[in-house]
T-cell receptor, first 115, second 114 residues
Framework: DGGITQSPKYLFRKEGQNVTLSCEQN?????MYWYRQDPGQGLRLIYY???????QKGDIAEGYSVSREKKESFPLTVTSAQKNPTAFYLC??????????????FGPGTRLTVT | AQTVTQSQPEMSVQEAETVTLSCTYD???????LFWYKQPPSRQMILVIR??????QNATENRFSVNFQKAAKSFSLKISDSQLGDAAMYFC???????????FGKGTRLHILP
């Protein structure tokens, strides 16, 4: 089955540690995205990538880093510089083609708790 | 910058009844796409329906339909014959035809009363 996997579902870390969230897709999509979801805030874009070895900052990129070494993978690192990292993180992917209304497909999410 | 506003943080509807969720957006562009996503308690985001701005006809998917008013920049979702499985957070979303980013509203939590 084609889809997006995120692991792990729940992640716990101590304050001051970097942590990497995994996102893999086998949909052959060009673009991948990371969102952060907090209660009452909707989804806020952290980073996105439209092609391998290239990515752009979203609205709340501070304290996060990403890489896109393979088309299928787009890991997100939450660094110790992120002031409030506890949140639910969603990864998404989509095809990209100007003029087409491609929607984004989402993974099941990772709940990160930092104490 | 484009914005998406969902003015109803929570709504409730009786099972089998019809409910309408509101969404307004702000953009200066003429070519864009609108979406409604559903996020059930599992937190898996699921696309419910999409609308291309260049299409005048309102999109419909089974019990889900939209009322797209381009001039008013309004994009409401109507759920007919509400079912218990419709209980979820619903997000309205906007994507410019010139961009690959999607902008989401803050969501409306829908409760279905048995």
């Amino acid at each position: 089955d084609g889809g997006i996997t995120q692991s792990p579902k729940y992640l716990f870390r101590k304050e001051g540690q970097n942590v990497t969230l995994s996102c893999e897709q086998n949909l052959n999509h060009d673009a991948m995205y990371w969102y952060r979801q907090d209660p009452g805030q909707g989804l806020r874009l952290i980073y996105y990538s439209q092609i391998v070895n290239d990515f752009q900052k979203g609205d709340i990129a501070e304290g996060y880093s990403v890489s896109r070494e393979k088309k299928e993978s787009f890991p997100l690192t939450v660094t110790s510089a992120q002031k409030n990292p506890t949140a639910f993180y969603l990864c998404a992917s989509s095809q990209i083609r100007t003029g087409w209304s491609y929607e984004q497909y989402f993974g099941p999410g990772t709940r990160l708790t930092v104490t | 910058a484009q914005t998406v506003t969902q003015s109803q943080p929570e709504m409730s509807v009786q099972e089998a009844e019809t409910v309408t969720l509101s969404c307004t957006y702000d953009t200066s562009e003429s070519d864009y796409y609108l979406f409604w996503y559903k996020q059930p308690p599992s937190r898996q985001m699921i696309l419910v329906i999409r609308q291309e701005a260049y299409k005048q006809q309102n999109a419909t998917e089974n019990r889900f339909s939209v009322n797209f008013q381009k001039a008013a920049k309004s994009f409401s979702l109507k759920i007919s014959d509400s079912q218990l499985g419709d209980a979820a957070m619903y997000f309205c979303a906007y994507r410019s035809a010139q961009d690959d980013k999607i902008i989401f509203g803050k969501g409306t939590r829908l409760h279905i009363l048995p």
